[in-house]
């Protein structure tokens, strides 16, 4: 019950910030294949998605360099 309670008011306070032009939103940097952490940030994507907020989901593999990684 206290889940749905915050969810809503965060949907709500995403509306009034859309109707005054700006779009919140989460970004996530997914490193790998760990098939735990792929579950994780999918269901954040949903979560946004249900408030109204955008998702985006930038995968890189495994062997990917921490350069690569802080240059995206």
């Given amino acids: ?16 910030l859309r109707r005054a032009g700006v779009v919140p939103g989460l970004s996530v940097v997914l490193v790998g294949d760990d098939p735990a952490s792929a579950v994780y940030v999918r269901n954040k994507g949903k979560a946004c998605e249900e408030a109204g907020m955008r998702s985006e989901t930038i995968r890189m593999p495994a062997d990917t ?8």
Avoid at 3 to 13: H, I, K, N, S
Avoid at 65 to 72: I, N, R
């Fill in 1 to 16: 019950a206290v889940a749905a309670r915050v969810r809503a008011r965060v949907a709500e306070d995403v509306a009034e």
């Fill in 65 to 72: 360099s921490q350069a690569e990684l802080l240059a995206v």
